[in-house]
């Protein structure tokens, strides 16, 4: 079995227009939209799709995704150098430095956590061998 295609996270969002506005504020650009579902696009590949739920509670959502980068320094001050005020329910966190991964996370409109994760170096050359990680 040959397995092609993708796989993309897939989020809520109480209303399609302020959640295309929003992302579009962070770089994003519709690629796709419809009542019940819109398809958001960033850069080349990455894409970010959500599904209409009018009804959600923002505050209570537990809904997520992550964005693996590269460079997780040139996102984060792209997006920390926007002006966060003019969007009171989101908010973007500092970077923080963890032994396998460095992150920071940013909470949309809709109460969906995006963490934004670079992994570290050292982190790559490790491998999962019979349970155990293992330094190659």
Same mark, same amino acid.
């Given at each position: 079995?040959?397995?092609?295609?993708?796989?993309?996270?897939?989020?809520?969002?109480?209303?399609?227009?302020?959640?295309?506005?929003?992302?579009?504020?962070?770089?994003?650009?519709?690629?796709?939209?419809?009542?019940?579902?819109?398809?958001?696009?960033?850069? =080349? @590949?990455? $894409? #970010?799709?959500?599904?209409?739920?009018?009804?959600? !509670?923002?505050?209570?959502?537990?809904?997520?995704?992550?964005?693996?980068?590269?460079?997780?320094?040139?996102?984060?001050?792209?997006?920390?150098?926007?002006?966060?005020?003019?969007?009171?329910?989101?908010?973007?966190?500092?970077?923080?430095?963890?032994?396998?991964?460095?992150?920071?996370?940013?909470?949309?409109? =809709? @109460?969906? $956590? #995006?963490?934004?994760?670079?992994?570290?170096?050292? !982190?790559?050359?490790?491998?999962?061998?019979?349970?155990?990680?293992?330094?190659?």
């Amino acid at each position: 079995m040959q397995f092609d295609g993708q796989i993309t996270a897939n989020l809520p969002a109480i209303d399609f227009s302020e959640t295309a506005l929003f992302y579009q504020y962070l770089g994003l650009s519709v690629h796709y939209q419809s009542s019940e579902w819109m398809i958001m696009r960033l850069g =080349n @590949g990455m $894409l #970010l799709e959500f599904f209409h739920h009018p009804s959600l !509670d923002a505050k209570h959502s537990w809904h997520s995704a992550c964005i693996r980068v590269q460079d997780l320094h040139c996102y984060y001050e792209y997006w920390s150098g926007l002006n966060w005020q003019d969007w009171p329910a989101a908010r973007i966190t500092e970077i923080q430095n963890f032994e396998e991964i460095s992150q920071f996370c940013i909470i949309d409109i =809709n @109460g969906s $956590l #995006l963490r934004c994760i670079q992994v570290n170096e050292k !982190d790559e050359r490790r491998i999962i061998y019979k349970g155990s990680a293992v330094q190659i």
